[in-house]
């Protein structure tokens, strides 16, 4: 009975999410565009997850995992759909240069507090908890929120290039994210009395048996959908049943569905042919798949066990805003070092601008896959760290306005 | 060029993939899910994961669904509906054949993996009941009550009688031959709405088709219900049957009325995300379903019905989407029925199972012919109609299960359920091919 209830709440929460009348909040209300449905969500999972009302316990999450792990590919394979030939050739230098900056210093980042971080929890075996929390750290740092609309009103040619910009180069950031995280999962992970085991070549053997029985999904999917292009109820079909293949093969091989997906979505992307019923369908699922997302997060999210005291939970705060002042700081900093040069076509002053030091959302995600994974409660606890963080560095974007007076009219926006 | 002369263009054409290409992809696809199993248990040093149940929910389901379409395809080749080969595609990868032919290990899934599925299995009864309603057109049924009615009575009529007779002279006393006979008079609104959406121009004696089985259906849940009340308070074996008549019939068709008002307000609010409409009230369904233990497929039935009757321009986007779903739905559903098969009941009482599925052809025949002549209609559907009643699937099922639930502990019951299911599961290879054909032989011009 409480199982129907919550999936009652789950259900009408998404019809909600939904209706014309959140579409009407998030015109009207600013602070909805900024932070969307996705966060009421996140907010519900907690209350009904584990720590909090305990509705859903431990056993009934497993219950609803296969549901997870498809959400999980889903959101794999519309980053993966990112990766088409035309997109990356229409990449201009600065944004590459720009994309290089700060995926050098995320990783730089990444690898420091990884190392850091490992030396304080297992000890004995730095090498593979170093692999599996600098993935995790480089998914908090690298990349930023591609959502621009709600920080800029301007219009003008060099404030519209700043915002194709900033929504290019997360894209391509959040390709980079998945690979890099998936591979630390594939090559450090938790055996089943919950040690980190460092198997570089188990893991590369496992990526690449996974890799093969992706591509032989995806280019028969592919291949499938060239006939059937024109009909909904068949790429629906082969869209549904791809993700449940992708989402078994990737834990059979002890790997991320995010990673399986990316592949896909690139292996059908790549194709000279595109196919827009299936980009169409997987892409207008989106925000549903966002949500769920969120919502999964919410629940499995563990407040870090440091919190249980006010020392601690001081000292959490702390670390949370001392990371979202650092993004604050430094994500500005390399975007005005990588696109100085381009100063006179790009607008660094304009709302846009101020996007890189929101945190990506797709952090979450990643960090769920992590954490659905790990039996000894610190991906949980990392989880909570970045829904911190993500809050935070929202925040700290709202707080300190660049003057952005030219306001456009209603619809004018891209 | 018209729509139909297009349909019949494309109809001729054919697929681009020829048979070699969907047995190869057939092939990849059970030879890729045996190999990730193989390689994850036996590959020494790969990564392990904590969620091998969720993962093997996942992989099972992208098995049935992708598999189960690419052997409907298959099949399409040699002229056999696509149901028919996701029937035989979910009997291979199915515990039930294995099991008789005493090598289990081969199966692809165990019999606690099929249970699995139980979830999504009702999801796809639901949704199949809920197209099925939104295809019954109030306006057509009007213009054709007549056969309509002829159609279901005689034919119910005329299968009660020989059915009966003959299983109580072969092997059943007269209340387990009555209750065997309401049984055989059922066919599957599922196989109906299935073939008719196969069609790209469902023909006039496609939806006469589906609207007589509805009708019959629903009409034969009550009659099987009065007949259980009456053996059982003959034999005072069953103590719930009235219950049970309130809960299945007034219980399923009062809940899908109700439903469709909130429903039709819930779709003026909502213009985005009819996926998650549609997903959102099939387990909606199939909840309520669960809590007040009525049939989920009349009451699918009926919301389609009601919803699509009395906002038929608000609910358009959601029936075109449940539509589009539709196909995904079909493959689980009869490739776990073909799963559940038991191939051990059917070829134990063979002989029984033969006779009275002969018997049972024979009356459909006789009664759908009869009802045709005298409901006037044209030759070919005359001579054909009898094809589109011998498809039996879910609802008869469901029945068959309500005989062990409304006579408890009883001996003679796993003798006769066992019957039921084999001669059920019989009519279920035969019945979809049959139709097809009847499909195939009477044009939209008569």
């Known amino acids: ?414 | 060029m018209s729509a139909g002369a297009l349909d019949r263009v494309k109809r001729t054409r054919g697929p681009r993939f020829r048979a070699t290409f969907l047995a190869i992809a057939l092939a990849c696809l059970v030879g890729l899910i045996v190999l990730a199993r193989e390689l994850h248990s036996t590959v020494v040093g790969i990564p392990t994961s904590d969620l091998p149940a969720a993962g093997e929910t996942t992989l099972l389901l992208g098995l049935v669904i992708l598999g189960s379409w690419l052997a409907g395809r298959l099949v399409r080749k040699i002229s056999l509906p696509p149901i028919t080969g996701q029937l035989f595609f979910g009997l291979l990868i199915g515990p039930g054949l294995w099991a008789w032919l005493d090598r289990p290990q081969l199966a692809l899934i165990t019999p606690s993996q099929l249970a699995s599925l139980h979830g999504a299995e009702l999801l796809a009864v639901v949704m199949i009941g809920l197209v099925a309603g939104s295809e019954i057109d109030s306006a057509f049924v009007r213009e054709r009550l007549r056969a309509i009615v002829l159609l279901a009575v005689g034919q119910v009529a005329v299968i009660f009688v020989t059915v009966a007779c003959v299983a109580h002279l072969l092997i059943f006393s007269l209340p387990q031959a009555v209750i065997f006979a309401t049984l055989a008079a059922t066919c599957s609104s599922a196989v109906s709405v299935a073939l008719l959406r196969e069609m790209r121009h469902p023909t006039t004696f496609a939806r006469l088709l589906l609207s007589t089985t509805v009708t019959k259906d629903l009409v034969l849940v009550v009659a099987f219900s009065i007949v259980l009340f009456t053996v059982a308070a003959t034999t005072s074996a069953g103590g719930h049957a009235w219950y049970w008549i309130i809960l299945h019939v007034a219980g399923s068709v009062g809940i899908g009325c109700l439903l469709a008002i909130p429903l039709r307000m819930v779709l003026r609010q909502i213009e985005e995300r009819m996926i998650a409409v549609v997903l959102v009230v099939g387990v909606l369904i199939v909840i309520l379903c669960e809590i007040t233990d009525t049939a989920p497929l009349i009451t699918a039935l009926t919301l389609g019905y009601t919803a699509r009757t009395i906002a038929p321009l608000t609910s358009a986007s959601f029936f075109a989407t449940a539509r589009r779903l539709f196909l995904p739905v079909c493959c689980v559903f009869f490739a776990a029925a073909g799963a559940h098969i038991d191939c051990g009941a059917l070829f134990l009482h063979w002989p029984v199972v033969l006779a009275l599925s002969s018997t049972r052809l024979a009356a459909v025949w006789a009664g759908a012919t009869l009802a045709a002549r005298a409901a006037g209609l044209p030759r070919a559907m005359q001579r054909w109609a009898w094809a589109g009643f011998v498809p039996q699937a879910g609802i008869s099922l469901a029945l068959a299960a309500q005989v062990s639930i409304a006579f408890p502990g009883q001996a003679w019951v796993r003798g006769l359920v066992s019957i039921m299911i084999a001669c059920i599961t019989l009519n279920e290879i035969i019945g979809p091919i049959l139709m097809r054909i009847a499909l195939r032989r009477v044009p939209e011009s008569t």
């Open chain 1, 1 to 414: 009975m409480t199982n129907a209830l919550i999936w009652l709440a789950i259900g009408s929460i998404i019809l909600v999410a939904g209706s014309r009348w959140m579409q009407r909040a998030r015109r009207t209300i600013p602070a909805m565009r900024v932070l969307g449905g996705g966060w009421a969500l996140l907010a519900f999972g907690i209350l009904v997850g584990p720590h909090a009302l305990g509705v859903f316990d431990g056993g009934r999450l497993v219950q609803v995992q296969p549901i997870l792990l498809i959400l999980l590919t889903w959101a794999g394979i519309v980053i993966g759909l990112q990766c088409r030939v035309r997109l990356f050739r229409a990449i201009p230098p600065a944004l590459w240069r720009w994309v290089s900056f700060d995926l050098c210093v995320s990783l730089v980042f990444a690898i420091v507090a990884g190392g850091v971080v490992a030396r304080m929890w297992q000890p004995d075996s730095p090498a593979a908890a170093h692999i599996l929390l600098t993935g995790t750290f480089a998914a908090l740092a690298i990349g930023w929120n591609p959502e621009s609309r709600s920080l800029s009103r301007r219009n003008d040619a060099r404030a519209l290039r700043m915002a194709a910009l900033v929504q290019a180069g997360a894209g391509v950031l959040a390709v980079c994210t998945v690979v890099i995280a998936s591979l630390a999962l594939q090559c450090a992970f938790q055996d089943s009395y919950g040690n980190v085991i460092f198997a570089p070549w188990g893991g590369m053997l496992a990526l690449a048996m996974e890799v093969g029985a992706v591509c032989v999904v995806a280019l028969g999917a592919r291949e499938i959908l060239r006939d059937t292009r024109e009909d909904d109820a068949r790429t629906t079909l082969i869209v549904i049943g791809a993700l449940c293949i992708l989402s078994g093969i990737a834990v059979s091989f002890g790997g991320s569905g995010l990673l399986t997906g990316l592949i896909f979505g690139a292996t059908i992307g790549l194709s000279r042919r595109r196919l827009r019923a299936l980009e169409h369908f997987i892409s207008s699922a989106e925000p549903i798949v966002a949500s769920g997302c969120f919502f999964f997060a919410g629940m499995t999210l563990a407040l870090p066990e440091a919190s249980g005291t006010l020392l601690g939970a001081l000292a959490v705060g702390a670390i949370v805003l001392m990371l979202a002042l650092a993004r604050r700081v430094l994500k500005p900093l390399l975007m005005t070092l990588a696109l100085a040069p381009d100063r006179a076509t790009v607008a660094l002053d304009s709302g846009a601008a101020r996007a890189p030091a929101r945190q990506a959302p797709l952090t979450i995600v990643v960090l769920l896959a992590f954490a659905i994974q790990d039996t000894s409660g610190l991906a949980e606890q990392l989880l909570a760290f970045a829904v911190l963080i993500s809050l935070a560095s929202v925040a700290f974007t709202l707080l300190p306005r660049i003057n952005d007076n030219a306001t456009a009219p209603r619809g004018a926006l891209p």
